[in-house]
């Protein structure tokens, strides 16, 4: 495992980052974890191998495990949000990401009928997706975006998101930004996601990676999050003492 993936975005953490205390009940929300981006890149032909040699060198899987198997222990919530990448059969007019849409997707092909879609929305098997998990689908980057996600979170009773996921300075970014206009506590263990400009930018440098990890790490993530490290997120967790069951919505029993 490569060093410098490993420690990219946890050598940026602010000093006194372990310091502090869970807001109410805690669910765990895993993003685009999916076969057709962090798993197997189906998603992401122009990012090539780096990619996913950079997920797999900076041990972030092996931590969103840790972290659903902790969450799934205390009985809390893991709630996996996974990407439509291409809902509608046109993308967006500008931007690097609207590029990449159309290279993977060349012509539409409808999320709701194409088994090579289906496929790629799926939860990686390295997270070992239980039945009492929640999966959701979002489109087109944060997680809130048509998939009920602020809904659930309602309905279990949650104050607090502990974000991780990919990729770092896009997806669990903005999670929190917008988590916190629903007045929704957000942690981030930033170790647990990873930072990842695609190399099809322009202007894209050996280095970037960290230029952009001190830019999120240490300024603007902390804006609006606790952002901290794994390590600590699980000891919070398995020392947690708080509420963790949840209401019967069903109508029927």
């Known amino acids: 495992m490569s060093e410098q993936d490993r420690t990219r975005s946890t050598k940026f953490l602010r000093e006194g980052h372990a310091d502090f205390e869970i807001i109410g009940k805690p669910a765990l929300c895993v993003n685009h974890m999916q076969r057709g981006l962090a798993g197997e890149g189906l998603f992401i032909p122009n990012w090539g191998p780096n990619a996913k040699k950079g997920i797999m060198d900076s041990g972030m899987t092996e931590k969103c495990r840790e972290l659903c198997d902790a969450f799934r222990e205390k009985g809390l919530p893991v709630i996996f949000v996974n990407a439509?990448?291409?809902?509608?059969?046109?993308s967006l007019g500008y931007g690097d990401l609207a590029r990449e849409q159309d290279a993977a997707f060349p012509e539409f092909r409808p999320y709701y009928t194409d088994e090579w879609t289906r496929k790629g929305v799926e939860v990686m098997p390295e997270m070992g997706l239980t039945d009492k998990?929640?999966?959701?689908?979002?489109?087109?980057?944060h997680p809130f975006t048509n998939s009920g996600l602020e809904q659930l979170c309602r309905v279990l009773s949650v104050d607090t998101l502990v974000w991780v996921g990919f990729a770092q300075n896009s997806?669990?970014?903005?999670?929190?930004?917008?988590?916190?206009?629903?007045?929704i506590n957000s942690i981030v263990p930033v170790d647990a996601s990873y930072i990842c400009v695609p190399p099809m930018t322009p202007g894209y440098h050996d280095g970037i990676d960290d230029i952009v990890a001190e830019a999120v790490v240490r300024v603007m993530m902390p804006t609006v999050a606790r952002v901290t490290d794994t390590a600590a997120v699980l000891g919070k967790i398995r020392d947690f003492t708080g509420k963790t069951e949840e209401q019967d919505h069903r109508f029927f029993k």
């Open 84 to 90: 439509i990448p291409k809902p509608l059969p046109y």
């Open 133 to 141: 998990d929640y999966v959701l689908y979002n489109w087109n980057i």
């Open 171 to 183: 997806v669990v970014y903005t999670s929190c930004l917008v988590a916190s206009d629903y007045w």
